[in-house]
């Protein structure tokens, strides 16, 4: 099985100031809940240092644990995405953890680590604390099993979809050129990840916050070849580090209708540095051979990796990923990446960042041994 980097999607968690008060053990107050049938089977929980302890009046939920499966499915899982839930409604009080490209076999065990802070009010009635339930299993036939509540079979199939456009990218190489060409390789991936602007993004829906009305500017995109959707045109409020509800004409070019679309962005401040940046899948669906108007209900504010706001320019759009009506997900390829103009900005996948980890780690022989064991299959 291979080692895996964690991803974990945090939703709505305050950050505390770390007061000394009295702890309780939640170890006894803490369920995973996998119903009959479910693909997996808990195999040991080790809570290590998890506490609760009230403040105020809430209940703060610290969680510090390794939750071991096991694989009961007939499948390879290639994915894992778990609802972590103290208080439905509670700001604070749900979060989710997600483990892409695993590579766990039938009958073999995997870790998910937990480390999170929840709230729940102290007056929350009896029961759990918290409660930890799948909401979605991707397996290495792209089935899905889950409830799919956070809408995780859209992102773990985009995890293994790069996944495997990386690896077969690596691998390539491998093959033409030998351990010398992959090494030279996965060492440009390290430079380009460490090398890569940080960009901070917060969302928001309503009303802006700048004191600048804005101005309204046309976006420009760049087209990938072969791609299902492309972008027409397109426009913003820009107003400082703001950018108001962009609205962006795409045209479905196959005959399958698309669920959603996900864009990139590259932002260009006033002084000519550019900034890569990822928008949540629109929820537009544009049916087969059709045109649409893709609008984020949303209000984004941007900052430097030095937190300080970002004066934007313009900005420079393409297309991410697509998502079709029956869960299929399209990616660019490497090959169409890498001849575009904004090819150095795109931000690594998951798995160019744990096959960076696992260089970093143990090598190249050790990269060379994973990327032929996936290629067996």
Known sequence: ???SKYLAAILALPVWASPAFASEDPRQALRIQLPPGAPVALVSSDWGDSRSASRGGALVVDLRTTLQFRNVSPNRIRAITLLVLAQEVTPGGKAS??????????GETF??????????PVQAGPGALVEVSV????FDTLGFYGPNRLNSRRSMTLWEMEARRDRKHLHSILTAGGPDALRREMLENLNRQAEMPRLDVRMARGRATAASPGREVSLAFVRFPNAPVDAVSGAAIIASNEVRLPRVEVVNRTDRPVRSVEFGWILRDREG?????VSAPSATPVEAGAKATVTEERVLQFSSGQGQPLDVESLTGYVNSVEFADGNVWVP???AIGRSRVGHLVPASAEEQRLGDLYRRRGLNAVIEDLRRFHRE
């Not at 998910?112 to 929840?118: P, S």
């Not at 540095?273 to 940046?277: I, V």
Request: hydrophobic share 45%; net charge neutral; proline share 11%.
């Open 97 to 106: 953890v997600a483990v892409p490209s695993l590579d766990a076999a039938p």
């Open 135 to 138: 909401d979605g299993i991707l």
């Open 333 to 335: 390829g490497r090959d």
């Open 111 to 120: 870790p998910v680590r937990l480390d999170l802070r929840l709230l729940r």
């Open 273 to 277: 540095r550019e900034y890569p940046a």
């Open 1 to 3: 099985m291979s080692s």
